[in-house]
């Protein structure tokens, strides 16, 4: 339902500021350029789906090899104690548990073309525990808001537009970004566990605890390497090891003599079908932010935010960063133009341009998570699944700013 609420929003609003442009100021371009920009955006939305398709079809029907080899299932009984007590409206031998497995250690790595697929893998075997075809389960919620809070060990991307920029050490983001990114994760996911009341039991801590020390682990390894070395060994490791499943789940499938090839075809057409469901729910949110941006009414905001922020008397430094923070949440790729805008105005290495990086990688862009996995399901009542992403958003930027002062002053 917020969902619903948060399109019609961006709609009313970019109106009433094309109105107010025109009233006050005789602008009579915006509304061109609000009309341009959401067919542009509507064309962008079939060509992200489109994009989709071929990255859909490879990996969907590389998931069916797995599952039909049965590592998938092997996966969720490794994984059950902690994804059951997260999950329990889910069955510990249920597929979708190796699915959501695969998906969240896809994103850990950065590895988004591979997350996606095996995300929405996750959500087609959650809708067929579902009883209410139109409605999200608590399960789904909390999938997509460990997608929307979007925990990264290794932010290949981003230390690449930084080295690209000019940056003297491309990686120094490294660890403000997986401390943000690690902050925002445990949030949205302590929040949920008490709206859905589920009890954090000694093993769900211990399972959290783990994952905060191998974040902690990972940064203490990172931080030792050199810019160059550190960008080699994450891309090296995160590829060599998706390459390592396709290779394990053949194999395996060889192993017991299945028919590799036909039960490939068999997924990579369901890849197909999923691509083109989810360009409807693309197009609608794509449109609605584009128009909203278009209006200028993101401008606006900043505007104030930076005014209040100098009358309280604090550091507008920070400010500057904001229009990568509200895109965050919106598109992947607006947020990336904006992030690049701050570098280029300012510099890769002044403070606002790490802040802009830091903000950037701390989570996921929640608005297309929303449209695509619950577009690929045909889920429309939502529930609060809106309201706890934005919660995982604003508390990755929080904690991107906190540390961003802390480690670049």
Same mark, same amino acid.
């Given at each position: 339902?917020?969902?619903?609420?948060?399109?019609?929003? +961006?709609?009313?609003?970019?109106?009433?500021?094309?109105?107010?442009?025109?009233?006050?100021?005789?602008?009579?371009?915006?509304?061109?350029?609000?009309?341009?920009?959401?067919?542009?955006?509507?064309?962008?939305?079939?060509?992200?789906?489109?994009?989709?398709?071929?990255?859909?079809?490879?990996?969907?029907?590389?998931?069916?090899?797995?599952?039909?080899?049965?590592?998938?299932?092997?996966?969720?009984?490794?994984?059950?104690?902690?994804?059951?007590?997260?999950?329990?409206?889910?069955?510990?031998?249920?597929?979708?548990?190796?699915?959501?497995?695969?998906?969240?250690?896809?994103?850990?790595?950065?590895?988004?073309?591979?997350?996606?697929?095996?995300?929405?893998?996750?959500?087609?075997?959650?809708?067929?525990?579902?009883?209410?075809?139109?409605?999200?389960?608590?399960?789904?919620?909390?999938?997509?808001?460990?997608?929307?809070?979007?925990?990264?060990?290794?932010?290949?991307?981003?230390?690449?537009?930084?080295?690209?920029?000019?940056?003297?050490?491309?990686?120094?983001?490294?660890?403000?970004?997986?401390?943000?990114?690690?902050?925002?994760?445990?949030?949205?996911?302590?929040?949920?566990?008490?709206?859905?009341?589920?009890?954090?039991?000694?093993?769900?801590?211990?399972?959290?605890?783990?994952?905060?020390?191998?974040?902690?682990?990972?940064?203490?390894?990172?931080?030792?390497?050199?810019?160059?070395?550190?960008?080699?060994?994450?891309?090296?490791?995160?590829?060599?090891?998706?390459?390592?499943?396709?290779?394990?789940?053949?194999?395996?499938?060889?192993?017991?003599?299945?028919?590799?090839?036909?039960?490939?075809?068999?997924?990579?057409?369901?890849?197909?079908?999923?691509?083109?469901?989810?360009?409807?729910?693309?197009?609608?949110?794509?449109?609605?932010?584009?128009?909203?941006?278009?209006?200028?009414?993101?401008?606006?905001?900043?505007?104030?935010?930076?005014?209040?922020?100098?009358?309280?008397?604090?550091?507008?430094?920070?400010?500057?960063?904001?229009?990568?923070?509200?895109?965050?949440?919106?598109?992947?790729?607006?947020?990336?133009?904006?992030?690049?805008?701050?570098?280029?105005?300012?510099?890769?290495?002044? +403070?606002?341009?790490?802040?802009?990086?830091?903000?950037?990688?701390?989570?996921?862009?929640?608005?297309?998570?929303?449209?695509?996995?619950?577009?690929?399901?045909?889920?429309?009542?939502?529930?609060?699944?809106?309201?706890?992403?934005?919660?995982?958003?604003?508390?990755?930027?929080?904690?991107?700013?906190?540390?961003?002062?802390?480690?670049?002053?």
């Amino acid at each position: 339902m917020i969902l619903n609420y948060i399109w019609i929003g +961006f709609l009313v609003v970019a109106f009433l500021m094309a109105a107010g442009e025109t009233i006050t100021h005789g602008n009579f371009d915006i509304w061109s350029e609000i009309m341009n920009s959401s067919f542009s955006q509507a064309s962008f939305a079939f060509e992200v789906s489109l994009g989709l398709t071929g990255v859909l079809t490879l990996w969907m029907g590389i998931m069916r090899v797995g599952e039909h080899a049965g590592v998938i299932n092997g996966m969720a009984r490794l994984i059950s104690p902690f994804f059951s007590r997260l999950f329990p409206g889910i069955p510990k031998d249920h597929p979708a548990m190796g699915a959501i497995f695969m998906n969240v250690s896809a994103n850990m790595l950065g590895l988004d073309n591979a997350a996606t697929p095996m995300g929405l893998r996750a959500m087609q075997e959650m809708q067929s525990l579902n009883k209410e075809k139109d409605r999200a389960t608590d399960a789904m919620i909390m999938f997509l808001v460990l997608n929307s809070s979007g925990l990264c060990l290794i932010p290949v991307s981003i230390m690449m537009y930084r080295a690209q920029g000019g940056a003297a050490n491309p990686s120094d983001i490294f660890l403000p970004i997986l401390i943000a990114t690690a902050i925002a994760t445990l949030v949205g996911l302590l929040a949920l566990c008490v709206k859905q009341r589920i009890r954090l039991d000694r093993v769900l801590l211990s399972w959290l605890g783990g994952i905060a020390l191998a974040v902690g682990a990972v940064a203490w390894i990172f931080s030792s390497m050199t810019p160059d070395d550190a960008q080699k060994w994450s891309t090296f490791i995160a590829n060599f090891i998706l390459f390592s499943v396709i290779i394990g789940f053949i194999g395996v499938a060889c192993w017991k003599r299945l028919r590799v090839y036909d039960i490939f075809i068999e997924g990579a057409k369901e890849g197909f079908k999923t691509a083109v469901s989810i360009i409807p729910y693309l197009v609608a949110i794509l449109v609605a932010i584009g128009m909203f941006r278009a209006s200028g009414a993101l401008d606006v905001f900043t505007g104030w935010v930076e005014s209040l922020v100098e009358w309280l008397g604090g550091d507008t430094r920070w400010v500057g960063a904001l229009p990568t923070m509200l895109m965050k949440p919106l598109s992947g790729s607006g947020s990336c133009a904006m992030m690049l805008d701050v570098m280029q105005a300012n510099g890769a290495d002044a +403070f606002v341009s790490k802040l802009a990086a830091a903000v950037r990688g701390s989570t996921d862009t929640t608005f297309y998570i929303l449209a695509v996995y619950f577009g690929s399901v045909g889920i429309s009542r939502t529930r609060y699944a809106a309201g706890y992403a934005l919660l995982a958003d604003l508390t990755g930027a929080i904690a991107a700013v906190f540390v961003s002062y802390l480690f670049f002053g």
